[in-house]
């Protein structure tokens, strides 16, 4: 009887040493249920997208923007106040002080820091197409950003910067505008500043080809815009 009972212990030790070999112990503290492993991993939060955060800067909400809009369409909106004033100031161009005040409308909302106060959002064209054009650039820049990203992000910034030059080009026209002496001497500057501001969202057909596109010296708000749209609908974006 003794031998039987040190043979069935001894059988107990050895499946008590197979258990703790493959993990178990002798209490539930080291046991790995591998249902519940399989549970945590589809758990963890998916890598972030860095590219799609970067067109949704673009598009849908920026940290410092008026109401937090996106990028662009703070660019699209002052644009408009810039486009209105520029038009505002032709209707009188026998008027010097007419002429003074809207070119200067037309600056703030252009650059506000040429012009502090004014109809504009506080923003300006220059500072959220700039932030357009560096932040689509980051997006084709992330890891992992697919060839439609980086594709298009060439047109979108090309279309961008075009507008951030001909806004720089309007402040510059715009400051001559306010040294002018007599409003035969202002109105040809103002008629530029017009043209300008209308090619801020348009563009221009600079080649003459019956088109404007994203190239350099013609896109602006609107190539900037169509191309944004070709990225967000080759990502799968809603827009």
């Given at each position: 009887m003794r031998t039987k009972l040190l043979a069935v212990a001894g059988l107990s030790l050895a499946a008590l040493a197979g258990c703790q070999q493959m993990g178990y112990g002798t209490s539930d503290a080291g046991y790995q249920?591998?249902?519940?492993?399989?549970?945590?991993?589809?758990a963890a939060p998916a890598k972030q997208n860095m590219a799609h955060v970067h067109i949704g800067h673009v598009m849908t909400s920026w940290n410092d923007t008026p109401d937090k809009m996106g990028l662009l369409p703070t660019a699209e909106a002052e644009a408009k106040i810039?486009?209105?004033?520029?038009?505002l100031a032709m209707k009188k161009p026998d008027d010097l002080d007419w002429l003074k005040l809207h070119v200067g409308h037309v600056m703030n909302a252009c650059d506000p820091s040429a012009v502090p106060k004014g109809p504009g959002l506080g923003y300006g064209v220059v500072r959220a197409a700039s932030g357009v054009a560096k932040h689509v650039n980051f997006a084709a820049q992330s890891e992992g950003a697919s060839d439609n990203v980086k594709l298009h992000a060439v047109h979108v910034a090309t279309s961008a910067e075009n507008t951030v030059a001909r806004c720089r080009e309007i402040v510059e026209l715009g400051k001559k505008v306010m040294a002018a002496g007599s409003a035969s001497e202002a109105a040809p500057l103002v008629a530029r500043i017009q043209k300008l501001a209308d090619a801020l969202i348009a563009g221009v057909d600079a080649n003459g080809d019956g088109n404007v596109s994203w190239e350099k010296g013609e896109g602006g708000l609107a190539a900037a815009r169509q191309h944004m749209m070709f990225v967000m609908k080759g990502e799968g974006l809603s827009g």
């Open positions: 249920d591998p249902d519940a492993k399989a549970t945590a991993k589809a810039a486009i209105q004033h520029a038009a």
